[in-house]
């Protein structure tokens, strides 16, 4: 379903992302990993088109999506999480959830404004998907809460909630474990597996080595912005390459 072809990113004298290439089928769950600093987050930039990359595609379902905006990007099903949430604060989980799926209304602004029929359907549509995505991710009593007085872990999945309300075909989770305990990092890792039973593939940025070798069905390595191992977990366990990347590095050891 996404292609990544020759994909560079160069800011000023430093390539951030170097002639990176893969490809990812529906359904599986990939990993990127690398040395801090080595062009993870970066890449997800490109996919989602935060950012234009210097040269390369970006190819989704057969089309070149390269550069065409974070907007247009979501609209043909590519969604991404950010590390940090600060954007729902002053909204209630259900609101932030809701907040998610506005793109899909069918309403005109003046139906919206006047209640119409197609207006209250969509209200009624957006509702039962919004209470849908909280059932998935467990947050259901926590539908009433103000995003703001949530713990780490559970504001965490509730970005994680926002991106799936715009039902996606493919998410980018930004290191979905950064911060989590152990038990909240194993509930995340089911959750993944959740996400793509319901059809939707996820992609991970992740440091977490122990977390991205029990969830990953393949693996992408890189290292100063350029694959240096693709394969299965095990496969990426004993790569030299990779165990030479991570020696030294200030990141978790690989798992060996
Ligand atoms: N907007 C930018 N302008 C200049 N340099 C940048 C920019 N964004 C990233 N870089 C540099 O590009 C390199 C890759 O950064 P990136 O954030 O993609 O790495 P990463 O693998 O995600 O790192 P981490 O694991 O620490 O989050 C780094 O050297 C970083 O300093």
Redesign the pocket.
């Known amino acids: 379903m996404l292609e990544v072809s020759g994909l560079t ?1 160069v ?2 004298g ?1 390539t ?2 170097k002639d990176l290439t893969f490809t990812l089928q529906r359904g599986e769950i990939l990993s990127i990993i ?12 490109l996919i989602s088109s935060f ?1 234009v990359p210097t040269s390369g595609t970006v190819r989704f379902n057969g089309q070149d999506i390269t550069g065409i905006g974070p907007h247009a990007v979501a609209r043909k099903g590519i969604v991404r999480t950010f590390q940090e949430n600060t954007a729902f604060q002053d909204m209630t989980v259900r609101e932030a959830v809701l907040l998610g799926y506005q793109k899909d209304c069918k309403a005109s602004l003046a139906g919206m404004i006047l209640r119409s029929p197609q207006a209250r359907r969509d209200d009624r549509e957006a509702g039962a998907h919004a209470d849908r995505v909280l059932d998935l991710l467990g947050m259901s009593s926590h539908a009433g809460t103000l995003a703001a007085g949530l713990p780490h872990g559970l504001l965490r999945n509730l970005g994680i909630a926002v991106a799936l309300a715009a039902r996606p075909q493919l998410i980018l989770l930004d ?1 979905p474990f950064a911060g989590l305990n152990s038990d909240e990092t194993k509930r995340g890792v089911e959750l993944i597996r959740k996400i793509r039973d319901e059809g939707i593939t996820p992609i991970l ?1 992740e ?1 977490d080595m122990a977390a991205v070798m029990s969830v990953s069905e393949r693996i992408v390595v ?1 290292n100063f ?1 350029s694959k240096i191992a693709e394969g299965t977990p095990a496969e990426i366990q004993r790569n030299d390459k990779v165990i030479e990347a991570y020696l030294g590095s200030e ?1 978790e050891e690989i798992g060996l």
Not at 34 to 45: H, R
């Open positions: 990113k800011f000023g430093l951030a992302v690398g040395p801090n600093g080595a062009g993870k987050s970066t890449c997800f930039k950012m290191e940025v440091h890189v912005g990141d």
